[in-house]
């Protein structure tokens, strides 16, 4: 079963999560928004994150030092020359394999004519590419049996004929081969990636400052909560965060219109984003229609402090800051694959970022809930079983005093801001199951959000009163945004498939021409010159449009269904 769909399966569990934690709130009685807002959010920002992260990574906080001082320690140098699962390619980096080119236990890795930096030029060498180096890496190390990232055996096969070729006779890799090829490639990666992690604080720092940024998206994100209710307040906060959050990563590093224009999935993805879009205007024209039909004294009923106007201009607020969400998850990237180098499963390695993200925002909102609490002297409720009843009318200017029950008010709290977490959870568990195209995730994302906190909506009435034909806008808006993430997932799928097919495609190529290659190859180490067959320039013309076009045609056999 595709990797792709699991993924879909964990953002609509985000998305529940997420489009459902503002119910617990309102089992909280009779405490001030900005009391039960911060006791929620230590759960959310603070105990949920690092418990988690503590639970189900390794190293934590070895891998939190390590990122934060931009000093990689020996022992995961070590680690990560010896686990090449855990290994993203651009860890192999090609211009010390060039330099490594001519070692016996490369022979028989395909050669290519690759560009490199030496000297502060640009040269090109006869040298085999860092793709073809790590597949062979991967299935030439020692498998680590408890490695939770160990290749499954169809994995291990392909990279064979990824490396060596389709016919390549593995008997020919000689123990003494293995040992040596693992040692020099483990020497590239204790050089390469201390570099790597140089600038590590600086990527962690704009992690930081982008919670921070998301922060007070979440902040007014309540707030839209507050005065548009469940239904529609998610809609239209969670439409400008869709947009910005999905598109905008790739804007800002020019490779948007690229990626639209020379890749069919990527603009399928982008399709369907359009659609979530279209379902979110759907979404906002249901709620002006509601706001046209219901009397004021139904809103209230519904949401108690209902204002259309305020409400529109804190989503606004909301949907923008809250995308910076998207670039935070972006710059912690590095932690990602430092935690995998201290043994974490790749399921779990977007947890640890996750601290370092909700720090920030969690920082946000306590400041400004710090002043509110001082402005309105609701600080006591804290602590204080009695409090100032916010429903009944003042006597003789003394305010009435009420009874709570803390301990409820603050699990209410607590499960309130727990739920709320678990959508970022398992937003990084299912980021990690969609390939290329990861950014698709926040659309995916997004969408499950909406649908979800759209249902909860219509479960606690909030649409009383309103017409059917308004009830049915927001039913084609809900089907729309579920349409939607069919899509953005149909897209990673072509991407997935078409890699596949394209690998298939340049194997076929190269098991054909990999004699000849190879007896060009030796003859040239030995200064002789090589025979080549005249047809073999031909084969190699008709087998490169094969190569390039074969990635098309699950996007052409979709267009044309």
Request: charged fraction near 15%.
């Amino acid at each position: 079963m595709p990797q792709v769909f699991f993924g879909v399966i964990f953002h609509w569990l985000g998305g529940l999560a997420s489009g459902s934690f503002y119910v617990p709130y309102k089992a909280v009685k009779k405490w001030s928004w900005e009391v039960y807002w911060l006791a929620g959010g230590f759960f959310s920002w603070i105990i949920a994150p690092w418990i988690m992260a503590i639970i189900l990574t390794c190293g934590l906080f070895g891998a939190m030092t390590e990122i934060f001082s931009g000093k990689v320690s020996d022992k995961t140098l070590e680690y990560a020359a010896t686990h090449p699962t855990h290994v993203a390619a651009r860890f192999v980096d090609q211009t010390a394999v060039a330099d490594a080119a001519n070692a016996e236990c490369f022979k028989f890795l395909k050669k290519s004519n690759v560009e490199v930096v030496k000297d502060g030029q640009k040269v090109k060498v006869s040298a085999p590419t860092s793709e073809d180096v790590l597949a062979a890496w991967t299935v030439l190390a020692e498998p680590d049996p408890k490695d939770p990232n160990k290749l499954t055996e169809k994995d291990i096969q392909q990279n064979w004929d990824k490396a060596f070729g389709k016919d390549f006779d593995q008997s020919q890799m000689t123990p003494e081969l293995r040992a040596e090829f693992n040692t020099t490639v483990g020497n590239i990666v204790k050089t390469t990636v201390p570099a790597l992690y140089k600038d590590s604080p600086k990527s962690m720092g704009w992690a930081f400052i982008f919670g921070c940024l998301w922060g007070v998206g979440g902040l007014t994100f309540g707030l839209t909560m507050r005065y548009l209710g469940m239904s529609l307040g998610m809609a239209i906060a969670l439409g400008y965060c869709t947009v910005l959050g999905t598109i905008m990563p790739d804007i800002f590093n020019g490779s948007f219109m690229t990626h639209l224009t020379h890749e069919p999935p990527y603009a399928v993805i982008i399709l369907g984003l359009g659609v979530c879009l279209l379902g979110v205007i759907l979404a906002g024209v249901a709620g002006m229609s509601k706001e046209r039909e219901m009397p004021d004294d139904v809103k209230k009923e519904a949401i108690k402090e209902f204002s259309f106007g305020k409400g529109i201009l804190v989503a606004t607020i909301s949907g923008v800051f809250s995308a910076c969400m998207a670039y935070a998850q972006h710059a912690g990237l590095p932690l990602d694959e430092l935690s995998a180098l201290h043994g974490t499963g790749s399921l779990w390695v977007g947890l640890p970022k996750l601290c370092v993200i909700l720090i920030g925002g969690f920082l946000t909102n306590f400041v400004w809930c710090a002043i509110l609490l001082t402005k309105n002297g609701t600080a006591y409720q804290f602590f204080n079983k009695e409090v100032n009843d916010p429903d009944v009318p003042a006597v003789d200017g003394k305010p009435v005093k009420t009874k709570v029950n803390m301990a409820w008010n603050y699990l209410f709290s607590a499960i309130a801001g727990t739920t709320w977490y678990f959508q970022f959870f398992f937003y990084t568990m299912g980021e990690t199951r969609m390939g290329d195209y990861k950014f698709s995730s926040w659309t995916l994302h997004m969408a499950s959000i909406i649908i979800f906190s759209s249902c909860w909506g219509l479960a606690l009435h909030e649409w009383r009163g309103s017409s059917k034909f308004t009830k049915f806008l927001l039913g084609v808006a809900i089907f729309t945004l579920l349409y939607s993430t069919i899509i953005v997932g149909y897209g990673n799928l072509m991407k997935q498939t078409s890699a596949e097919a394209e690998q298939a495609a340049v194997v076929a190529v190269e098991g054909q021409a990999g004699a000849e290659d190879a007896a060009a190859i030796d003859a040239q180490d030995a200064g002789e010159p090589a025979e080549v067959e005249a047809a073999e320039p031909a084969a190699e013309q008709d087998a490169a449009p094969a190569a390039d076009s074969a990635w098309l045609a699950p996007y052409f056999a979709y267009m044309s269904a």
